[in-house]
């Protein structure tokens, strides 16, 4: 199972800290990403770590912005997400069994996912 959290209401330029346990699989094996879903679009893809954490990937519309990590004792993968815009704005879901490479992970490439947690910018 996958438990996505952290979501909330915040300002333009603010922060929150998404968290993605894990439990019942072996976390620390696998690559997790993060996505995104705004109303009327497509899901897509935002960040992605690998297990071993040598690869990080991002989103060009959230490179510099948001920081994804991961704490395999924990089972849990973070995405900080700073200077919030109001484009940011949509469901956000971790999902695994997926790869990560050099770009944003595609969606159709992960085969199981939590549920989501909303993230509202918004003044």
């Known amino acids: 199972q996958l438990q996505a959290s952290g979501g909330g209401l915040v300002q333009p330029g603010g922060s929150l800290r998404l968290s993605c346990k894990a439990s019942?699989?072996?976390?620390?094996?696998?690559?997790i990403g993060w996505f995104r879903q705004a109303p009327g679009k497509e899901r897509e893809g935002v960040s992605c770590?690998?297990?071993?954490?040598?690869?990080?990937a991002y989103a060009d519309s959230v490179k510099g912005r948001f920081t994804i990590s991961r704490d395999n004792a924990k089972n849990t993968v973070y995405l900080q997400m700073n200077s919030l815009k109001p484009e940011d704005t949509a469901v956000y879901y971790c999902a695994t069994f997926g790869p990560c490479g050099v770009t944003a992970p595609v969606p159709d490439r992960f085969d199981y996912w939590g549920q989501g947690t909303q993230v509202t910018v918004s003044s």
């Open positions: 019942g699989f072996g976390m620390p094996n696998f690559a």
């Open positions: 770590i690998s297990n071993n954490v040598e690869i990080t």
